[in-house]
């Protein structure tokens, strides 16, 4: 009996309908009026989504249990370790930097809208370091090792990546002035986006969404973020305002005519809930026994992916750089062809 209880509060968790559930018993439908109101509603969005993208799927005879498997293996596993610490650490990175914020905002519009340049800057600037640092890749590398895109890879995150990554994103925040409401707000909606995100093509063929394909950030866009094609590796940092992506240089529109390779560079089973999880880590452990010296070893946690002591780097830059060169050659020889 306390197994079906347990179940059953899981799947209601899961599903994010238990404050819709609790309104309902109360019968205090002015909730839905209140902010708190506001976010029960939008809660239940992206696992209804999901069910649906799967739903979908099913109907047109596209569904693949593998595309769905390790995210959810990933979730089950993270369940009760990454979520407590990661609020632990949000409320420990409030409670000692607030006094040291450079000033105080408000619940104001024009402070919502600055806060969320700045939420995109921490945002960046934890995410770029996610693919710059081996270590840091480590980490992140669980979320992009699936070879599909579908709304159930949102969940797939190694356990201490949302914990440091909060620790990064609110620790800017809250040093730039955004005070605590504010930011949960922000973090409520963002969150919400970078779930979204994530839809697949059984629900959203084109990710592009039309004109706001030029405006913001969409499905489109992080489509080109997970792609293991050369010219797409490291691009489009950024969950909603594309603004560090075009200041930094990072940012990379979808090429119709180039079909996108998901998951990661190295030879990965992604049917293997330990190579998706552990791999990347078995292979910095692997790197650093190889490697002489002190320095090099260090050397291997700090550096980008791909860095290797030899100097025969295959880093992302490495291979953007020489895939346009190539491709440069291609099309001069393409273009001599014709023009003789």
């Not at 209804?48 to 739903?55: A, S, W």
């Not at 498997?69 to 089950?76: D, L």
């Not at 005519?257 to 999880?277: A, C, H, Q, T, W």
Request: aromatic letters at 16%; a positive charge.
């Amino acid at each position: 009996m306390i197994f079906f209880q347990t179940l059953f509060h899981e799947i209601i968790g899961f599903l994010g309908i238990s404050r819709l559930i609790d309104i309902c018993k109360t019968g205090d439908y002015k909730v839905l009026l209140t902010l708190n109101g506001i976010f029960s509603v939008i809660s239940p969005l992206i696992p209804f989504l999901l069910l649906l993208e799967i739903g979908r799927a099913v109907f047109y005879k596209r569904f693949k249990i593998e595309d769905y498997k390790m995210p959810f293996f990933i979730f089950v596993a993270n369940r009760f370790i990454s979520r407590f610490i990661s609020i632990a650490a949000v409320a420990f990175c409030i409670g000692v930097l607030e006094k040291y914020a450079l000033f105080n905002t408000s619940l104001k519009w024009y402070w919502f809208i600055y806060g969320y340049v700045i939420w995109e800057f921490s945002h960046f600037i934890y995410h770029y370091f996610g693919h710059k640092v081996r270590l840091f890749w480590c980490l992140h590398s669980t979320h992009h090792a699936p070879e599909t895109m579908n709304l159930s890879v949102t969940y797939a995150h190694f356990f201490l990546e949302a914990p440091y990554a909060d620790v990064i994103r609110t620790s800017i925040c809250i040093l730039m002035g955004v005070n605590p409401p504010l930011l949960f707000i922000i973090m409520f909606i963002d969150g919400t986006w970078g779930a979204f995100i994530h839809v697949g093509e059984n629900l959203i063929k084109d990710g592009r969404l039309g004109f706001l394909n030029n405006i913001i950030l969409t499905p489109s866009h992080h489509r080109v973020h997970h792609a293991k094609n050369p010219l797409y590796m490291d691009t489009n940092f950024c969950n909603l305002l594309n603004i560090w992506d075009k200041v930094f240089g990072t940012f990379q529109h979808e090429k119709r005519e180039m079909k996108i390779e998901y998951g990661i560079s190295r030879d990965v089973n992604p049917n293997n809930f330990l190579d998706v999880y552990f791999g990347e880590l078995y292979g910095l452990w692997k790197d650093m026994v190889k490697a002489p010296g002190i320095k090099n070893k260090l050397l291997y946690i700090v550096m980008p992916p791909g860095w290797s002591h030899t100097g025969e780097h295959k880093t992302a830059r490495v291979v953007k750089r020489a895939w346009l060169d190539e491709n440069r050659e291609s099309a001069h020889l393409v273009k001599e062809v014709v023009e003789g």
